[in-house]
């Protein structure tokens, strides 16, 4: 069975950190390029981050430097480090693989206010 479960958003202050989680399963996670996206009230979903089999990562312009993607096999979880963070990031944050979309999890909500 196939599932996606994102976990650790909340509601942080302009300048704060979170890290989010994502646990995988049913989708052969470790031959699996995975992605973060988010979505905005009113916006499409974007590609975020991304880190391949072994480890590359790409990230999008917007979150470069302060957004770090990593992956652990052995869990089937795959994380996002977001630390300076600014409003424009708030959103809701899912997971899934890069080339191979599968149904989309419930998300995580990210709020950065003060």
């Known amino acids: 069975q196939v599932r996606l479960v994102e976990s650790g958003g909340g509601l942080v202050q302009p300048g704060g950190s979170l890290r989010l989680s994502c646990a995988a399963s049913?989708?052969?996670?470790?031959?699996?390029?995975m992605a973060w996206y988010r979505q905005a009230p009113g916006n499409q979903r974007e590609l975020v981050a991304s880190?391949?089999?072994?480890?590359?990562?790409n990230y999008a312009d917007s979150v470069k430097g302060r957004f770090t993607c990593s992956r652990d096999n052995a869990k089937s979880t795959v994380y996002l480090q977001m630390n300076n963070l600014k409003p424009e990031d708030t959103a809701v944050y899912y997971c899934?693989?890069?080339?191979?979309?599968?149904?989309w999890g419930q998300g995580t909500q990210v709020t950065v206010s003060s």
């Open positions: 899934n693989a890069k080339y191979n979309t599968y149904p």
């Open positions: 049913g989708i052969g996670f470790r031959s699996r390029t």
């Open positions: 880190i391949s089999t072994d480890g590359i990562t």
